[in-house]
């Protein structure tokens, strides 16, 4: 079968040059973007109950641009003026980036991974001596946690806002012919909306490694996959097989 709409289980990127524009021209393909799982902030009491006092730690580990959001939201909420001399750790340059929506980037103490949480280690033992805490969403990679209680650094992680699963019952009775998938809670997500959900001829792509976890476990066939090393992104993945589809 041929390959003619597409859903992803995501915001539509706002970037004017997005690949996904490129798939639509070259391929003539619809694809429609609907979040399956969106956030929602938790209260400043919330996080007091959790004995977060913000006035106890030296420096913030920002994971996602959700984390820099929230951790400010939060310190207004606390009416928790930030010192200057607060140090940041970011996962990558696209939440180091985003965290000039904040804070007036020279004057920081800013320290940048690469791209996976990983990557920030050689500066957490660098950087030993600090007290860090880690304003995170309820779901976490075990990764994370594990990773600091080892290296034996001071941290405190504050669940500063939930991930939430969208209301999809709009969509009971639409079709389309590839379903992505970015995260274990977007696969939550579809069989949350749509317990009877039956993929018969429907091609599910998935991101990552957790990815493909919960959607194997959730018993789907996975027919598009990424990133691999020759197609290193979604979109990527979408176009090689969407060509060799719909060649037939």
Known sequence: MKIKTILVSQPEPKMENSPYLRLIEKEKVKVDFRPF????????????????????????????????????????????????????????EAVAYYLQKYVVYRKRKIYVGKRNFSELLHLFKK???????????????????????????????????????????DLRNVYYDVLVFFSPS??????????????????IAVFGNS????????????????????????TMALQKYITSVNKK
């Not at 977007?186 to 091609?203: A, C, H, V, W």
């Not at 990815?211 to 979604?234: C, F, H, K, N, Y």
């Open 211 to 234: 990815t493909v976890v919960a959607a194997t476990d959730a018993g789907l066939r996975i027919d598009i996959q990424a990133p691999t090393p020759e197609t290193p992104s979604m």
């Open 127 to 169: 950087y030993k001596e600090e007290s860090y805490l880690l304003p995170s969403s309820d779901v976490l990679k075990p990764s994370i946690p594990n990773t600091l209680n080892e290296l034996g650094v001071n941290w405190d992680r504050g669940i500063f806002y939930k991930t939430v699963i969208s209301d999809l019952s």
């Open 186 to 203: 977007g696969i939550e997500s579809l069989l949350k909306n749509f317990p009877d959900f039956e993929q018969k001829d429907t091609r």
């Open 37 to 92: 799982i969106h956030v929602e902030g938790v209260e400043a009491k919330i996080v007091r109950q959790q004995k977060i006092d913000l006035k106890n730690y030296t420096a913030i580990i920002l994971t996602s641009r959700n984390s820099v959001d929230h951790f400010f939201r939060i310190a207004e909420e606390m009416r928790f003026k930030v010192p200057d001399t607060m140090k940041y750790f970011c996962q990558s």
